[in-house]
C-alpha cells in the first residue's frame, strides 16, 4: 500500500513531470521529428492496492499531451509493481517496469517504443546530476526544471501536502515568479487562500510577491541543482530574490522539499 | 542652513503642533519675503498666523468676522503685488468665502496662499458648523488652485515654504495641531504634487492624507505583524495635482487600493484617486474610507475618527476586508502545462 | 478746482459719444447691461478724463491709479470708456459678447488692458479695492484707488464687510461711488429690498459721505477734489442718478437693466442723447 508521500510523489510526476516533456519535443527540433504525425498513447501506471496511479502521453497527430488515468488501449505500457518503483524509475533508480505489454507496441506502431524510450532518456536531463553538453541542452534543462518545479509546487498544495497548504491557506493573492535574464524562460506560481495554479511565462496582471531571477542559464543550472545553496548563490549573485526574503526563503524550502520527493 | 530653509527639527516639531510651526515658518519668511502680508479674520490666535503678525505688525492685518471680504481683500493686495497668506478654519475659508476663493483668486488667478486650520474632524468639540468635512472635494474642483494636505508639523513647514516658490492660489489644509508625527527626519524631497511612499509593499497600498497617513503606516505595522501582509503607504499630501503615476504604480503592483481621508469620502482624495483609477481601465480592487457622507457629533477628533472608522483601527479593519475581495475575472486553478 | 468752460464742454460732449457708442455696442451685440452703464457715464468719464493718473499705453504702469468697477455688469460702459481712452482698438468693441472675444458682459482682468478686477458677481470689487488701497499702504506707494458699486450690489454682505475694513484701516485714498440709480432686476431698489438712508449708512461706518447729482460734472469734480484732500477715513460720493440717463424711453424703467436694440431703437435711442 503506498503512502501518503509516494502518492503524492506519484502525482507530482503525473502532473508535473510528465507534461515537462512537452517542452522537451517542442523545443528539441531533432526528437519533435520523431513524434511528427505520430498517434499513439503510452500509459504509465503502478498498481496499488487502492487502485492503479498513473497517466498516459496521449500522442495525436503529433500534438502531445498527458492524461491523468488509464487509457482505453494504449499502444505501450509502462507498468510498475507499485507505486515506490514507479518513483524510483523517475528518479534514476535501475527500475525495470514489466515488459509483457510493450511487446503488442512493438509490433502495431514499430520505432514507438524507441522513440519512447528516447523521451525518457531525455527526460533525465531532469536529473539534478544530469550535466548538460550543449548550451541548447542547458537552456532546456533549465525551462524543464522550472516548469516541472513550478507545476510540482501547484500539486504539492492539490495532493494535500499538509505543509503546503498550512502555509498558502493564510496567503492573500500573491504571485511567485522565477525567470532566467535574458531569456525567455519564465513561470510563476500563484497563490491564494489555499489555492494554488502553476502559469507559464510573466505574469503581467501584478507585480509578483516574490521573483526569483537568474542572472543566466549557468547560474540557473548552478542553483536548480543544488550545487550552490541559495543563500550563497544571492551572495555570488547567481540569483536575485525581489521581494519578501522571509517567503523567498520558504518556496526554496518547498523547492528543495519536491527534489527530494523525487530522489 | 539645509536645502529647505527649515530651522527646525522634528524634535521641535514635537514640541510644536501643526499651527505653531505654521506660524513659526512664516514669520521666518516674513524676514526673507517682505512682500509677505498677513490676514485673520478673528482667528490669528487659533490659526497662529498671529506668530507673523506680532513680528510684523505692519504687514498683518485681521479682517474680524468676515471671511468674505478678507478674500476679496486678498485678492487686491496680490493685485497690488504683494503675497498675501491668508487664514482661517478651513469650514469658513472654503464654504463661507467660497465664492471669493473660486472668483477672485482663483479666477484671476492670483498669488494668494490660503492656510486652512481645522480641516476635517480636527475641530470635534465644535460639532458639525465646524467641522470642515466637504472642503477638499470643493476647493479641489477650482481651477488654478493647487490643494496640500500636511501629514504633520514638519510636513506643514515645507508646505508653507513650497507656497512661496508656487506662483498662483495654494491652500493647504491642516488640522488643530496635536496631530501626530509621521515624518523621523526634517529632510525629505517634498514636492508639490508628489506622494510620498512611506513604506513599501506589495499586497495592497493605502492611499493616505493629511492626519490619516500616521494611522495608516500604525496599520501597515500590525497588519504586517499579524496577518503578515505587505502593506504599501502613500502620503499623497498633495490632492491637486494628484500624483498620478503613483496610482498607476499602486495598482499595477498592488491591484488593491484603499483611500483615508478625514474629509467625506464623496468627493475628496478617494475621488480624485477613484477618477485615475476609472480612467485607467485598469481592473483595482478599490474601497475609499472617509466620512461615511453625514453631518458628525461633536467630540473629540481621536474618537470620531474612531467612530467613523479612519484611524488605525478602521484602517486595518478595510484592508483585511479588501483583501477578501477578488478584482481577477480568472478563477481558473488548473495548472498550465 | 472747478472745471473750466472748456473741461465742461469737452467732458460733456465726450459723455454723449460715449453714450453713443454704448447704444452702438448694444446694438451689434445682441443685448447688454444698458441701462445701469448710462447711469454711471458721468463718474467714469471724468474720473478718466480729468482724475485718473493712468497711461493707457502702458496699462501696468506701477504708479498708477486704481479702477475698479465693484458693479462689474456695467461692463460695456466700462469697456467703451477704456477703448475711447487708447487702452485698445475699436474692433474689439465690434466683437463684443462674441465666443472668446476679449470683451463680454463682465470684464476679464486677465484679457483687457485697463481692468484692475474682474468682476460681475455682486460685492467683490470693494473688497478688492481694499485690499488694493492696503497694499499701496504696505508699499508705501501714493495711487489711489476709485471704487464704483452699485445700490443693488448694497444688499450684498460684503459690501458691508468691505466698509468696516476700509474705515478701520482708515483707508483715505480709497474713494468710492455709489452709482444711486434706485433701480435693481425685480424693480425699484426701495420696493425690493430698501436701502435708504444710504447716506446715512456710509455715515455710519466711518465713510466721509458726500451725495451729489451725478450727472452734474461739477458738482463730481468738486466731491472728488474734497475727497483727494481727505484724510483719515476713506470717502463715498453717493452719486443720484437716473439708470439708462440719456435715452428718454429707458429713463428709469428697471427693464432696461438689460435689453437688446434693434437699428430702430438705435437711431431712437442716438437721438435721444443728441439732444443731452
Not at chain 3, 470717502?235 to 442718478?241: A, D, R, W
Amino acid at each position: 500500500m503506498a503512502t501518503e508521500q509516494e502518492l503524492l510523489a506519484a502525482r507530482i510526476i503525473c502532473r508535473a513531470v510528465l507534461p515537462v516533456i512537452k517542452v522537451m519535443i517542442e523545443d528539441n527540433p531533432k526528437l519533435g521529428r520523431k513524434f511528427q504525425g505520430v498517434t499513439a498513447k503510452v500509459q504509465f501506471v503502478a498498481e496499488d492496492p487502492a487502485g492503479p496511479v498513473g497517466a498516459y502521453l496521449q500522442f495525436t497527430d503529433g500534438a502531445f499531451e498527458v492524461v491523468q488515468g488509464l487509457a482505453e488501449d494504449p499502444d505501450l505500457v509502462f507498468r510498475f509493481a507499485n507505486v515506490a518503483k514507479m518513483i524510483g524509475m523517475f528518479a534514476g533508480k535501475p527500475v525495470l517496469p514489466s515488459l509483457g505489454p510493450l511487446l503488442k507496441g512493438l509490433v502495431t506502431k514499430p520505432g514507438l517504443l524507441i522513440n519512447v524510450f528516447g523521451v525518457l532518456l531525455g527526460m533525465k536531463l531532469l536529473m539534478p546530476t544530469a550535466k548538460p553538453k550543449t548550451p541548447e541542452m542547458a537552456r532546456l534543462k533549465v525551462k524543464m526544471t522550472l516548469y516541472m518545479v513550478s507545476t510540482a509546487l501547484s500539486q504539492l498544495n492539490k495532493g494535500g501536502d499538509p505543509d503546503m497548504i498550512k502555509w498558502t491557506e493564510k496567503q492573500p493573492e500573491r504571485i511567485y515568479q522565477w525567470s532566467v535574464k535574458d531569456t525567455d524562460i519564465a513561470c510563476y506560481l500563484k497563490i491564494k487562500a489555499g489555492q494554488t495554479k502553476a502559469g507559464r511565462g510573466e505574469y503581467t496582471r501584478r507585480k509578483p510577491f516574490v521573483h526569483m531571477i537568474f542572472r543566466d542559464i549557468d547560474a540557473a543550472l548552478a542553483v536548480l541543482s543544488n550545487s550552490v545553496d541559495t543563500v550563497s548563490a544571492i551572495g555570488m549573485g547567481l540569483v536575485e530574490n525581489d521581494g519578501s526574503p522571509e517567503y523567498g526563503g520558504k518556496i526554496g524550502d518547498f523547492m528543495l522539499k519536491i527534489a527530494g520527493m523525487l530522489s | 542652513m539645509p536645502e529647505s530653509g527649515l530651522t527646525w527639527t522634528v524634535y521641535d516639531a514635537d514640541k510644536m503642533t501643526q499651527r505653531e510651526i505654521y506660524g513659526a515658518v512664516l514669520a521666518d519668511l516674513g524676514d526673507k519675503h517682505p512682500e509677505i502680508v498677513g490676514l485673520s479674520a478673528d482667528l490669528a490666535k487659533s490659526t497662529k498666523i498671529g506668530t507673523f503678525g506680532d513680528k510684523f505688525p505692519d504687514r498683518f492685518f485681521n479682517f474680524g468676522i468676515a471671511e468674505q471680504n478678507m478674500f476679496a481683500v486678498a485678492a487686491g493686495l496680490a493685485k497690488a503685488g504683494l503675497t498675501p497668506f491668508v487664514s482661517t478654519f478651513s469650514a469658513f475659508a472654503s464654504m463661507r468665502a467660497c465664492e471669493f476663493v473660486r472668483t477672485d483668486v482663483c479666477y484671476q488667478n492670483l498669488n494668494v496662499k490660503i492656510i486652512a486650520t481645522h480641516g476635517g474632524t480636527s475641530f470635534g468639540s465644535g460639532g458639525a458648523t465646524h467641522h470642515a468635512t466637504e472642503d477638499l472635494s470643493i476647493v479641489r474642483a477650482f481651477p488654478n488652485m493647487k490643494l496640500v494636505v500636511p501629514a504633520d508639523a514638519i510636513e506643514t513647514a515645507h508646505a508653507v515654504i513650497a507656497c512661496m516658490r508656487t506662483p498662483g492660489p495654494v491652500y493647504v489644509r491642516i488640522g488643530r495641531g496635536f496631530e501626530p508625527r509621521v515624518y523621523e527626519k526634517t529632510e525629505y524631497d517634498f514636492e508639490i504634487g508628489r506622494a510620498v511612499e512611506m513604506k513599501p509593499g506589495r499586497d495592497i497600498t493605502v492611499i493616505a492624507t493629511g492626519v490619516t497617513v500616521f494611522h495608516a503606516v500604525q496599520a501597515a505595522k500590525i497588519l504586517e505583524a499579524d496577518d503578515k501582509l505587505s502593506v504599501r503607504v502613500i502620503n499623497m499630501h498633495t490632492i491637486k495635482p494628484i500624483d498620478r503615476d503613483a496610482i498607476m504604480k499602486a495598482l499595477t503592483e498592488t491591484r488593491r487600493i484603499i483611500t483615508v481621508e478625514d474629509h467625506n469620502y464623496i468627493g475628496g482624495l478617494g475621488a480624485a484617486v477613484a477618477e485615475v483609477i476609472a480612467e485607467s481601465g485598469k481592473g483595482c480592487a478599490f474601497q475609499r474610507v472617509g466620512i461615511p457622507d453625514c453631518f458628525i457629533s461633536h467630540g473629540y477628533p481621536e474618537d470620531l475618527m474612531n467612530l467613523y472608522g479612519i484611524d488605525t483601527d478602521g484602517i486595518v479593519a478595510k484592508v483585511r476586508d479588501v483583501m477578501g475581495r477578488e478584482f481577477e475575472t480568472d478563477e481558473d486553478w488548473e495548472d498550465e502545462v | 478746482m472747478a472745471l473750466t468752460s472748456q473741461e465742461r464742454t469737452d467732458l460733456k460732449r465726450i459723455g454723449r459719444e460715449i453714450r453713443e457708442t454704448i447704444v452702438d455696442v448694444t446694438g451689434w451685440s445682441g443685448g447688454a447691461h444698458i441701462g445701469g452703464s448710462l447711469s454711471m457715464t458721468e463718474i467714469v468719464t471724468i474720473l478718466y478724463w480729468k482724475y485718473l493718473r493712468i497711461d493707457p499705453k502702458n496699462p501696468k504702469w506701477e504708479d498708477r491709479d486704481r479702477f475698479v468697477l465693484s458693479k462689474g455688469h456695467g461692463g460695456v460702459g466700462h469697456g467703451v470708456v477704456l477703448c475711447k481712452r487708447g487702452f485698445f482698438d475699436f474692433k474689439h468693441l465690434e466683437e463684443y459678447n462674441h465666443t472668446d472675444s476679449m470683451l463680454g458682459m463682465h470684464l476679464d482682468s486677465k484679457k483687457v488692458p485697463g481692468v484692475e478686477v474682474s468682476t460681475g458677481s455682486m460685492g467683490h470689487g470693494l473688497g478688492e479695492a481694499v485690499g488694493l488701497a492696503l497694499g499701496a499702504r504696505v508699499l508705501k506707494k501714493d495711487w489711489r484707488v476709485y471704487c464704483v458699486i452699485g445700490d443693488g450690489e448694497s444688499n450684498e454682505g460684503s459690501i458691508w464687510e468691505a466698509a468696516m475694513a476700509a474705515a478701520h484701516y482708515k483707508l483715505s485714498h480709497l474713494i468710492g461711488f455709489l452709482d444711486r440709480n434706485r433701480m435693481m432686476i425685480d424693480g425699484p431698489t426701495e420696493e425690493v429690498m430698501s436701502l435708504e438712508p444710504v447716506a446715512d449708512k456710509w455715515k455710519a461706518f466711518g465713510w466721509n459721505t458726500r451725495v451729489v447729482d451725478g450727472h452734474d460734472l461739477d458738482a463730481l469734480a468738486d466731491a472728488i477734489e474734497a475727497a483727494q484732500a481727505h484724510t483719515g477715513s476713506p470717502t463715498m460720493i453717493v452719486c443720484n442718478t437716473v439708470k439708462g440717463k440719456g435715452v428718454k424711453f429707458m429713463e428709469d424703467d428697471p427693464a432696461w437693466h438689460y435689453g437688446g436694440l434693434n437699428s430702430e431703437l438705435v437711431q431712437k435711442a442716438k437721438a435721444s442723447i443728441a439732444e443731452m
